[in-house]
């Protein structure tokens, strides 16, 4: 379990900072801004799930990802309606907006797909 | 409006905010695979698509663009927060490509080689993406920043 964790770690690290390299080197920021919804962390993920638990496994874990995909979508969208009218740190914002991605994307998976 | 390369913003970036990134993108990977392994894949799989390293780059972004805008003598915290905001605009497009990419991975790949379906799936991914962004910039929805 602790091999896997650190294996998790450094792959989903060097994943997620690959792409925000890729983000760092864009212009204009709108742009950029694909690469923050990047399938960093799946990709490390499925990647690892195939190898331990086989094809069903990782399917089953993309189905609940369309939840979490779309959950992104209110999330940023929210962040950006935010950012454009309020002088708030985009920190702060990022963070206090990570409850609302986890209602949406649990009530999604309530509602159509448990 | 023309996409453009900026190797120079890469200076910009210190090794400590590397290293953060890096530490945020592997935590929610083990996240995610913890929380497959306790509550099944089921839940699990939603963490795939957890803003990981979104509030990280918006903050980054927020403060190169206020640093550029004090080194020209402005104050530069709206302009900064504007960055940020369009950083998320891009995001919530890029979301979108998220989506289909899990739907292509989730239909696809109990059937084809698992590889061959993650690589083409990034690739539809990057394209719709791409698209969505293309659809609204050609419809002064986005700006340049």
Redesign the interface.
């Given at each position: 379990m602790l091999e896997?964790?650190i294996y998790?770690?450094?792959?989903?690290?060097?994943?997620?900072?690959a792409?925000?390299?890729l983000?760092?080197?864009?212009?204009?920021?709108?742009?950029?801004?694909?690469?923050?919804?990047?399938?960093?962390?799946?990709?490390?993920?499925?990647?690892?799930?195939?190898v331990a638990?086989g094809?069903?496994?990782?399917?089953?874990?993309?189905?609940?990802?369309?939840?979490?995909?779309?959950?992104?979508?209110v999330?940023?969208?929210c962040?950006?309606w935010v950012?454009?009218r309020y002088?708030?740190?985009?920190?702060q914002?990022?963070?206090m907006a990570?409850p609302l991605?986890l209602a949406a994307?649990?009530g999604l998976?309530f509602a159509f797909?448990? | 409006?023309k996409?453009?390369?900026?190797?120079s913003?890469?200076r910009?970036?210190t090794k400590r905010e590397?290293a953060i990134?890096?530490?945020?993108?592997?935590?929610?990977?083990?996240l995610?695979?913890?929380v497959?392994k306790k509550f099944?894949?089921?839940?699990?799989?939603?963490?795939?698509?957890?803003?990981?390293?979104?509030?990280?780059?918006?903050?980054?972004?927020?403060k190169h663009e206020k640093e550029r805008k004090q080194r020209e003598g402005l104050k530069g915290?709206?302009s900064?927060?504007?960055?940020?905001?369009?950083?998320?605009?891009?995001?919530?497009?890029?979301?979108?490509?998220?989506?289909v990419?899990?739907?292509l991975?989730?239909r696809l790949?109990?059937a084809y080689t698992?590889w061959a379906v993650?690589i083409g799936?990034?690739f539809v991914?990057?394209a719709v993406?791409?698209a969505i962004?293309r659809i609204l910039?050609k419809n002064g929805k986005?700006?340049?920043?």
């Open positions: 896997e964790t998790r770690v450094l792959i989903g690290g060097a994943f997620v900072s792409f925000a390299v983000s760092d080197l864009l212009k204009p920021k709108s742009f950029a801004g694909l690469f923050s919804a990047a399938p960093s962390v799946a990709l490390a993920s499925l990647g690892l799930a195939l638990e094809k069903s496994y990782a399917a089953i874990e993309a189905r609940s990802m369309t939840a979490g995909a779309i959950a992104f979508v999330y940023a969208s962040i950006r950012m454009l002088k708030l740190p985009a920190l914002v990022a963070l990570v991605w994307a649990l998976w797909l448990k | 409006m996409i453009r390369l900026n190797f913003a890469l910009l970036t590397y990134r890096f530490i945020v993108g592997g935590t929610v990977t083990a995610a695979g913890v497959s099944g894949p089921g839940i699990g799989g939603m963490f795939l698509a957890f803003p990981a390293i979104f509030p990280a780059s918006a903050t980054l972004i927020e915290g709206r900064g927060r504007t960055a940020a905001g369009y950083d998320a605009s891009g995001a919530a497009m890029g979301s979108a490509g998220l989506f990419f899990a739907v991975v989730w790949l109990p698992a993650l799936a990034t991914w990057l993406s791409l962004w910039a986005n700006s340049a920043s």
